[in-house]
């Protein structure tokens, strides 16, 4: 999906949409290369919130504020780690650093979290996965995930309202042009 259709229901973009600069360390780190439609959104829209209730994460997010990918993934591993010690059941999914793990890229404010499902035997592309106190799969790509859930095209508690984004935090700023 192209990014500007987004311009016109959450505003122009803040950062200068450098996929490779923002996404090659990380990905290296992670040893998993990510959809590219994910990571154009979040080179040209930076770490910020989505109708005041969901944050996304940006590989060179502002580590101070919290808002880095690489402090996600540690989070939310340890949090459904700690949960599936006690009930298995509530992690339903691996998560990254897990072999085939989902990759978290986003979180609301009351702690529901938003994964990217790599590819696997089940599936041959990546899907969006999201924990609203129950796990749900939706079959579909991040952007095409994103603008559905801000036209109310698909239920989504966790962004509901007006589509807008507020960007947060600091951005690296010698990645910038």
Request: proline share 8%; charged share 25%; glycine share 10%.
């Amino acid at each position: 999906m192209d990014i500007s259709r987004f311009h016109g229901i959450i505003g122009p973009p803040r950062r200068n949409g450098d996929v490779d600069r923002d996404w090659t360390d990380f990905e290296q780190r992670i040893s998993l290369r990510l959809p590219a439609d994910y990571k154009n959104f979040i080179s040209v829209y930076g770490s910020g919130c989505l109708n005041n209730q969901f944050l996304l994460f940006h590989p060179k997010g502002d580590l101070e504020n919290g808002l880095n990918i690489d402090l996600l993934l540690r989070s939310a591993y340890s949090a459904y780690s700690t949960l599936a010690e006690r009930s298995p059941e509530l992690k339903p999914f691996p998560l990254h650093p897990e072999r085939g793990g989902c990759i978290a890229i986003g979180r609301s404010h009351g702690g529901n979290y938003l994964f990217l499902s790599p590819p696997g035997p089940e599936c041959s592309r990546w899907r969006v996965v999201v924990e609203m106190g129950e796990w749900v799969t939706f079959d579909m790509s991040f952007t095409e995930f994103l603008w559905k859930a801000l036209n109310d095209e698909i239920y989504l508690p966790v962004i509901e309202g007006k589509p807008s984004f507020d960007p947060l935090g600091a951005i690296d700023s010698a990645d910038e042009n």
